[in-house]
């Protein structure tokens, strides 16, 4: 990684500690943590190389609450009407049917639905950019702001981002918007300001059943490694070939 993209790193680490300090609300949905008393030189200790990150996904944990969203939208700042992660109710019935809801993203949690058949089953999937190895929203990017770090995470270069919105369009999971106020395109990061302070996603902080999981792939006894290696995991979209690093458990062939 060439030096302009470790001190776009290094700003944005530093921005987003002094904006969390503010939010007494993002301090409760994170437990109480505080991220005014990290310093920078825990950023400074950590070297990106050491680490090969991976999200995961129990669906037959997640109960809608929502807790995800708004941790995410306090930490990171997210536009109203935008989302980073969000959560669909997926339901579903004997024949097939499926009926897929995600009022605010799943914010505010899900209110009482009336579908047009008999509901065999239903469940909650929480999604997020699924930081692919190979990307197509890298791969379309004119001007090269969109990149992979060395830990696996796909990021966004403000600096360079002309707005264009192809890598929008490009990514199969919709991750990606246009930021409304930057006018850059902006996307779920990990919370990569975080992660070099050894600290887990606000997302999977504030989930309060476990829903949500984060890991570290190159770290031997891993929980999340444990779980991709000897659970049944499944990916959104395997036929793609994007190569998702956000693994599911629990996941209904249903699901788009």
């Known amino acids: 990684?060439?030096?302009?993209?470790?001190?776009?790193?290094?700003?944005?680490?530093?921005?987003?500690?002094?904006?969390?300090?503010?939010?007494?609300?993002?301090?409760?949905?994170?437990?109480?943590?505080?991220?005014?008393?990290?310093?920078t030189a825990d950023a400074?200790?950590?070297?990106?190389?050491?680490?090969?990150?991976?999200?995961?996904?129990?669906?037959?944990?997640?109960?809608?609450?929502?807790?995800?969203?708004?941790?995410?939208?306090?930490?990171?700042?997210?536009?109203?009407?935008?989302?980073?992660?969000?959560v669909e109710r997926y339901r579903i019935s004997e024949a097939g049917d499926v009926d897929i809801d995600s009022p605010s993203g799943g914010e505010n949690g899900f209110p009482p639905r009336v579908s047009g058949f008999n509901v065999a089953k239903a469940f909650f999937v929480p999604k997020l950019c699924n930081?692919?190895?190979?990307?197509?929203?890298?791969?379309?990017?004119?001007?090269?702001?969109?990149?992979?770090?060395?830990?696996?995470?796909?990021?966004?270069?403000?600096?360079?981002?002309?707005?264009?919105?192809?890598?929008?369009?490009?990514?199969?999971?919709?991750?990606?918007?246009i930021n409304p106020e930057t006018h850059c395109a902006d996307k779920c990061t990990l919370c990569y300001h975080r992660l070099v302070k050894g600290l887990q996603p606000a997302c999977v902080q504030a989930c309060p059943v476990g829903a949500r999981q984060f890991g570290d792939l190159k770290r031997a006894g891993d929980p999340v490694r444990q779980l991709i290696a000897r659970e049944r995991v499944m990916v959104l979209q395997p036929t793609l070939l994007t190569k998702p690093n956000c693994y599911y458990l629990g996941l209904d062939q249903g699901v788009r």
């Open 131 to 177: 930081h692919c190895r190979h990307t197509p929203c890298i791969q379309v990017c004119p001007v090269g702001a969109s990149f992979h770090t060395p830990e696996g995470v796909v990021m966004v270069d403000s600096g360079w981002c002309i707005g264009c919105g192809y890598c929008v369009q490009a990514c199969p999971y919709g991750s990606r918007f």
């Open 1 to 39: 990684m060439n030096k302009d993209r470790r001190r776009f790193l290094k700003l944005l680490t530093s921005y987003f500690g002094l904006l969390a300090a503010k939010d007494g609300v993002y301090v409760r949905l994170l437990g109480g943590e505080n991220l005014s008393q990290d310093s």
């Open 44 to 86: 400074e200790a950590y070297n990106p190389e050491d680490h090969l990150y991976a999200y995961a996904i129990d669906t037959r944990k997640c109960i809608g609450c929502g807790m995800c969203v708004k941790a995410d939208r306090l930490e990171n700042k997210v536009p109203p009407k935008n989302f980073r992660t969000w």
